[in-house]
């Protein structure tokens, strides 16, 4: 194990369609964030899971959006109807207490 | 809510000379974590140090240190002989005591001139 894995890592969409991101997280990590991160920006948080428990949501996570992580492994992000505002870096990061390690981040480009 | 600012979207320093980033935050917590995270170009990001409030000792890593200031409650970053690898955003960040989100600034991008 190297590090946090993210798949894909560019995904490009039309504008409405549905698009899906995986993360997997260092194996004996159990707490699991995601960030985005638009140009010019840092990273934005957007929700954390202890285990399999979604603990925190931000604002910023809409109605569209919504994050998983089955059996506290690996954790999906998933983003309905997509648009153009979504455009951006998907990060993820995994814990143990202090220091959170980040993945390659998934770009994603709606058109 | 807390804030962090770094107030130098780019800077410049020559190949083994000293740069100092600069970053404030805003808090009302009295204990807390500062972090300095390094994005390489098209690479993920890597944490570079961290302090913890309570402590009064400034952290150092190698040839990378922080000015910590509480009570102005700023975190500067010194990166001493410089290196063609250092070139990457440096985000500053801040995370609350009881909490596990961090929140980070916008960026600066270090060039470093050979």
């Known amino acids: 194990d190297t590090g946090v894995s993210q798949d894909p890592r560019h995904k490009i969409t039309k504008r409405g369609q549905n698009v899906t991101f995986r993360c997997d997280p260092i194996?004996?990590?159990?707490?699991l964030y995601w960030y985005r991160q638009t140009l010019g920006q840092g990273p934005e948080f957007l929700t954390y899971?202890?285990?399999?428990?979604?603990?925190?949501k931000s604002r910023l996570l809409s109605d569209r959006f919504s994050a998983e992580r089955p059996k506290g492994s690996f954790s999906t992000l998933e983003i309905q109807r997509t648009e153009q505002g979504d455009s951006a870096m998907y990060l993820c990061?995994?814990?143990?207490?202090?220091?959170?390690?980040f993945g390659p981040g998934t770009r994603l480009t709606v058109t | 809510a807390q804030t962090v600012t770094q107030s130098q979207p780019e800077m410049s320093v020559q190949e083994a000379e000293t740069v100092t980033l600069s970053c404030t935050y805003d808090t009302s917590e009295s204990d807390y974590y500062l972090f300095w995270y390094k994005q390489p170009p098209s690479r993920q990001m890597i944490l570079v140090i961290r302090q913890e409030a309570y402590k009064q000792q400034n952290a150092t890593e190698n040839r990378f240190s922080v000015n910590f200031q509480k009570a102005a409650k700023s975190f500067s970053l010194k990166i001493s002989d410089s290196q063609l690898g250092d070139a990457a955003m440096y985000f500053c960040a801040y995370r609350s005591l009881g909490d596990d989100k961090i929140i980070f600034g916008k960026g600066t991008r270090l060039h470093i001139l050979p």
């Open positions: 990061a995994s814990s143990t207490v202090y220091e959170q390690y």
């Open positions: 194996s004996e990590h159990n707490r």
């Open positions: 899971f202890q285990n399999e428990a979604q603990l925190e």
